[in-house]
């Protein structure tokens, strides 16, 4: 790959001011150089999955969630658990993945911002679903880094410099991942 790596990062969340949220805009701002990351943010547009729909041509926002997932070298998700798996919304998102080819082989980690102890079933069920899809799941690079929201600053960004230090290891290993895929 002669061009930066692009990380396509996907937030599970859409509820203003997320923690998960915070965590993708502070992977954005820690980002090493030869590196670009693009934050996906169509989650709330993409319509209900339905099988019979995922025929040519696609709903437009799953055709851009397809196209942003085909441009991108690897994938970071950040998703929060509710009622002890990932958000509808998200799962929603994953299931338009699943009858595409794009995201198969593509290196993809996640990191968990919850409390200790919490987003298990998240990891959980974002593990079963990567392997219907054929996602390369970047073991290294999955990561649980609980974000209090005394870290988050004024600007969503999380000012904690040992959290910064490990999303930028984060994104690192993902890079890495698709240089070697």
């Known amino acids: 790959m002669s061009t930066p790596p692009v990380i396509l990062l996907l937030s599970g969340s859409l509820r203003a001011g997320s923690s998960n949220e915070a965590v993708l805009r502070t992977a954005q701002a820690v980002a090493p150089s030869g ?4 934050p996906y943010d169509g989650l709330a ?8 729909d995922d025929t040519e041509p696609l709903p437009v926002p799953v055709a851009a969630l397809r196209a942003a997932i085909a441009g991108a ?6 998703a929060p658990e509710y009622a002890g798996t990932l ?3 998200f799962k929603n998102l994953l299931d338009w993945t699943v009858g595409g080819t794009e995201i ?9 911002a919850a409390a200790p102890g919490r987003g298990q079933g998240a990891e959980a069920t974002l593990r ?9 799941i970047v ?14 600053g004024a600007d969503g960004v999380i000012t904690d410099p040992g ?5 930028g290891e984060v994104l690192g290993l993902l890079a890495g991942a698709a240089l070697h895929s």
């Open 104 to 112: 198969g082989g593509k290196p993809v980690a996640w990191v968990n």
């Open 45 to 52: 547009a993409l319509p209900h999955f339905n099988p019979d």
């Open 128 to 136: 079963t679903v990567l392997g219907y899809t054929g996602a390369d």
């Open 73 to 78: 070298d690897a994938i970071l998700i950040c």
């Open 35 to 38: 590196m670009r990351t693009v």
């Open 139 to 152: 073991e290294s690079a999955c990561t649980r880094i609980p974000v209090d929201r005394r870290m988050v």
């Open 87 to 89: 958000p509808g919304s």
């Open 163 to 167: 959290v910064r230090e490990q999303l």
